[in-house]
Nanobody, 115 residues
Framework: QVQLVESGGGLVQPGGSLRLSCAASGMIFSLNTMAWYREGPEKQRELVAS???????NYAASVEGRFTISRDNDKNEAYLQMNELEPEDTAVYYC?????????WGQGTQVTVSS
């Protein structure tokens, strides 16, 4: 059974940093694009950042320059380094990955930015 598990969320003050991790496990034959989405209070789920197998990245305008997505293909893991966090970044963050040519979602991890 293929699954994605996120970790690293929590409570942080404005201006602080957090690093999210996403680990893919199970019968993986191909792991293509990996991405982070978020769903804030009373907001629709939105793409935060994505990274291809080759390392090409894409960011939402609201996080460009503050967040960095990366991955370790040997470990089947992706990461999201979040700096200069703002209250508007408060959301449940979900990992998404194309595994065996099928989109998979993690269970989500809560990030709260508050003083």
């Amino acid at each position: 059974q293929v699954q994605l598990v996120e970790s690293g969320g929590g409570l942080v003050q404005p201006g602080g940093s957090l690093r999210l991790s996403c680990a893919a496990s199970g019968m993986i034959f191909s792991l293509n694009t990996m991405a982070w989405y978020r769903e804030g209070p009373e907001k629709q789920r939105e793409l935060v950042a994505s990274i291809s197998t080759g390392g090409s990245t894409n960011y939402a305008a609201s996080v460009e320059g503050r967040f960095t997505i990366s991955r370790d293909n040997d470990k089947n893991e992706a990461y999201l380094q979040m700096n200069e966090l703002e209250p508007e970044d408060t959301a449940v963050y979900y990992c998404n990955a194309d595994i065996n040519n099928y989109p998979r979602w993690g269970q989500g991890t809560q990030v709260t930015v508050s003083s």
